[in-house]
């Protein structure tokens, strides 16, 4: 549906309301569905956090954080009242839900593809918010598309969050499928994708199975690099700037990857020439639950990871220490 919006000021959300449009996440900016084409409005950080570059280039953009001053022709999509059309029933889905430090990937797939779903904020690392929001978020799906339960559930995580969302304390070098009675899920069974070291969870494993080798990424706290002997990562807690840009900066020149991307909203990596794209995790967790051959990938991948230590390494402390002086 075409809409013209003349004024200043005008916040775009309360507009769409006003006309009877509906916001999936009430307008707080938590699920990315407010998808909207209007080329003409300023690209903002949470367009980036939940459109894909190539959506922005199209001109989609989010309804629920705008503000138009002047004209804007908009084209919107989302539901208006009574109006929305019906989701499609499914016959059968299974379910995952990826808890990473910088976005939480929640959806249903079936035949290796993603049904639905969606990228919301990340979740505080806490068992019961993150056992809230995996069975809140899918039931919501099943609800929408007329499931019962899914018949598997994958879960995945970044390593603070897996011990609190499972409960299990030690690693798994492979992957491992659970009764889902066990983790009070709504689902037949559970899936746990392989999380091999301590500081490398399960999330950045989904992140590289479709992946080449030659590639290096930064998504929240990771940083990684991916060559046909290993998985190099390095798991860095702070949020300081010159520390992301010198273990960026390390990682491209120790490595000279042939491809170079963040996941996300990251002015470090952006400053230093990534590229931003979205993430891997959603279609690589479609892929396990459909294919023991994928799953088998993911354990190789899991046996290559190795961890970076930065602090014992003289070339990332002397770029540090280049970039502090």
Known sequence: MKITVKGDNVNLREYLEREGFRFPCGGKGSCGRCRISAPSLPVTDRDRKFLTPDEIARGVRLACDKVVNGVAEIEADIGKGEAEVK????????????????????????????????????????????????????????EKHSLAKADVFLLAASPARFTELTGIAERFDEGQTLGAELMSMPAEDVYLPPAPKTLIGSDIVLEFALRKAGEFVVSGRYFAYLDEASLHVAYVASEDAAIRTATTVCFINKFAPARASYIGIDEAAAACGLTAEESRIPTSAAKALDSNRFKAKLDRIAKKAEEVRLADDDMWQRILSEITA
Do not use: H, M
Request: net charge negative; with cysteine; glycine share 8%.
């Open 87 to 142: 989701a499609e029933r499914y016959e059968r889905a299974d379910a995952y839900a990826v808890f990473c430090d910088n976005a939480t990937y929640i959806g249903l797939q079936d035949g290796g593809e993603v049904l639905d779903g969606s990228v919301l904020p990340p979740v505080e690392a806490r068992y019961a918010y993150l056992r809230g929001a995996a069975q809140k978020e899918t039931i919501e799906l099943f």
